[in-house]
């Protein structure tokens, strides 16, 4: 059990029998009421978000959540398979609400990370998440022109996967960059 000042960003707790994650919290302090601790929650079984106030006389359970590696194989119709990396032959699909943002950073073939939530007793895969840093090659983006570093900022370029991400003037066709899967946002280049 968490106290009401323990609930704090990144935890996640069972609110209305559903596993939460706290996105957000600020414990208020007035001088003329008691402490409260102002939480914005985000369910991670139907990805709905909102905002509760729990007092200094309530509590949360935690979640009891473990982690488990996975890896992405395909996706076809709108599920995403996956299987245990150590046996092939151990294939599960998990729905695309679950994955969230991630869905545009899966590589065919690349490991993930699983939090399993344990729902009395059935283990249920609540999130996926990626390495924060993973390297992607540049399938298009338009040419450099010289002299257009001056004022800095940068273009726009397709990565391999679909996905458009502003990258520096002097990324070209066919370089390998690295890119953060939780901002979506240019890291830096792949030395060749």
Request: glycine fraction near 6%; include cysteine; hydrophobic fraction near 35%.
């Amino acid at each position: 059990m968490l106290e009401y000042s323990e609930i704090r960003e990144r935890k996640i707790i069972i609110y209305e029998d559903e596993p939460c994650e706290v996105m957000e919290n600020h414990v208020a302090r007035t001088q003329q009421r008691k402490p409260q601790n102002q939480v914005k929650l985000k369910s991670l079984l139907s990805g709905r978000t909102w905002n509760t106030v729990f007092h200094a006389s309530d509590k949360a359970d935690e979640a009891e959540i473990s982690k488990k590696e996975i890896k992405f194989l395909y996706e076809s119709k709108g599920e995403y398979w996956f299987s245990d990396p150590n046996d092939p032959k151990d294939r599960f699909k998990v729905d695309g609400k679950v994955i969230g943002d991630t869905i545009k950073f899966l590589k065919t073939n690349e490991n993930a990370t699983a939090m399993v939530w344990d729902n009395d007793g059935e283990d249920q895969i609540i999130k996926v998440s990626l390495p924060i840093k993973m390297e992607f090659a540049i399938k298009d983006c338009p040419p450099s022109i010289k002299g257009s570093t001056a004022n800095g900022g940068g273009k726009l370029a397709t990565l391999e996967n679909g996905v458009k991400i502003q990258v520096p003037f002097f990324i070209e066709n066919g370089d390998k960059v690295i890119i953060n899967t939780e901002t979506g946002e240019y890291v830096e280049r792949v030395q060749k």
